[in-house]
């Protein structure tokens, strides 16, 4: 364990160099490179409103002083980190069979590969978190309150992705249906993380299903999602239980990954 | 037996000299699956019930070998006889089912050249990332860039994507940057094979410098004569198994007459073997002659004298890049010199119906003795005979004016005195 720590050390320059590859490859064939990355969420972002706030009528709770009342707002608290995950795991599913080539023909700690994935998207997210804090600002949100606690929750968020795309892109390399099933888990996991609607609506369930909100919460996105709301909408520091489950359920996501991965890495070669 | 007797002998030798070892092979097996019909999906491992049908094979069978520092060994086989699997395996991409692999100082595999490239990268970004996964630092690449551009002759292209780039351009750049990776020990896959003679030219000179900085190469190839050239030892693998181990010519003919051989027995073009005369005969060898000066034919020569090799031959069909070659053996078995087209650079590109070809030697060197020619038409690798003539010529040689008579050949070699001190004089 010691010693692959150290190896993934001598080789933290190939990490850098693929996180610098996928952003590369990704911002260069257009001039507005970064912009167009934004679209995406702008875009769901207009859909879902219209639908969900003006047609379905789903409303974010009132809340108190200091925070602001808007659809939009509310659906990106949660619709970013959402699609940090969704995103890199799309992507690195492919990340040890599409490299085939590379995992044929040269040697290095395989796990670099998904991981790099993970990591430029984290850079991705990180833009569109910028670009949201700025259209806080505008809206005079107090979100600064508790940036450094926002941080905590993107890096442990990071080591939670960072396991599920060991896993897999691991599976990915034995059975190449996983691509496809992986679309309909991610929509499933979508509609079961309060994304689009407010927890509120989960817990008004809890009369006639009082299991509900506890099963809700197993659920480590939903965890998550509800902690980057907290902070960014709401202006209050999340739940330190909430948290300190998130931090446990990730470090064992991605031990569990960790060791999966590598179980199976030494004939990712002969199986490609 | 012998061979397995032999290699343990010379375990024991060299584990007492651990620090002198590269690469260390212990009782090495690798095993692989071949699946009936096997499907990489979800679906199919749930319909079948876990039960994939599959064939087990060794691919290695206890392979077991020592390689000091600075020495290059060559792999030579057929197709599938576990050259490349061995390879990855000291690359450490494949891990062995039994035994050990272990190996000193840091490894590098070139199995294929541009492995990782990017194809919307511009030639720069490439040679960073390139590098990095060949496992050079930043620092390093930095340092080496202008040479690796320069030795690549892409300067005014470094900053275009390499999607544009020729494929000579593209496997200049990816050569450039491997043989840029400074490891102690060096894996190469038939990365020779690509390119053209100017490019493996230059392929064999940076391989050759290697070797004089006395870097550790296992070098797997089908060229003879490069195995013949770089290896001080030569593996030869056959389904899986060391067949032979030992000196470069020793076991390179021992392959090539088991090549022969097999193509014989697999009843492969016909091939046709009477007495000391083998190969497919698409191109036949008609007559040998050994003229003198004036042109007339004759056996008896002089040392000194002009001496010219004439190979009459006929190609039935067009041949593309053949090689022609001789070899002149002192009747008691002594090689005295195995000259080609190729080796010599003389380039034929086909040839087709009847044509002459000459060996000319102007003043021949060989001292007084009774030699043996063998004629022999190879294709490009040297491994395919057309038409091989088996020390089917002799000719004599005789003193004539030379007063040097023993040995071989009379070397161009002058005698001077340098100084001369009367010391006698002094006392």
Redesign the interface.
Known sequence: MVEKLKELFVFRELLLNLVKRELKVKYKKSILGFFWSLLNPILTTIVFTFVFAVLLRIQPPVLRYGAIFSFPVFLLCALLPWNFLSISLSLSINSIVGNGNLVKKVYFPREILPSSTVLANLINFCLELLVLFVLLAFLGSRFFLYLPLLIAITIIQTLFTIGMCLIFSCLNVYFRDIQHLLGIILMIWFYATPIIYPFEYVLQMSHKLPWLPFVYKLNPMATFVLAYRSILYECQPPSLFLLGYAVVVSLLTLYFGYLFFNAYEPTFAEEI | MDVSMMLGARFGRTKDMGDEMAIEVNHLWKK?RLYHEK?????Y?LLSGHRAIFEEFWALKDIHFILKRGQTLGIIGENGSGKSTLL?IL?????PDKGEVSTRGK?S?L??LG??F?P??SGR?NV??NG????L??KEINQKFDEIVGFAELERFIDMPVKNYSSGMYMRLAFAIAVNVNPDILLIDEILAVGDEAFQRKCLEKMYDYKTRGKTIVFVSHSMDHIRNMCDEVIWLKEGEIQVRGNPNKVVNAYIQYVNLEEQRKGKAQQQVEGSRWGSREIEINRVEFLADGGQSKTLFETGEKFIVRINFKAHRKIEKPVFGIRIDRADGVCVTRPNTKLNNVFIDSVQGEGTIEYVVDSLPLLPGSYLVTAAIYDYHCLHSYDHHEQLYEFQVTPGREKESYGVVKIPGRWSMIEQRDSLAND
Request: proline content about 0%; cysteine-free.
């Open positions: 692989f499907q990489h999906t979800l679906k491992a990855k690359a450490r991409i494949l891990r490894v595999a199995l294929e492995a990782g990017h919307e990268l970004e960073y990332l990095s996964i060949l496992g630092s930043y």
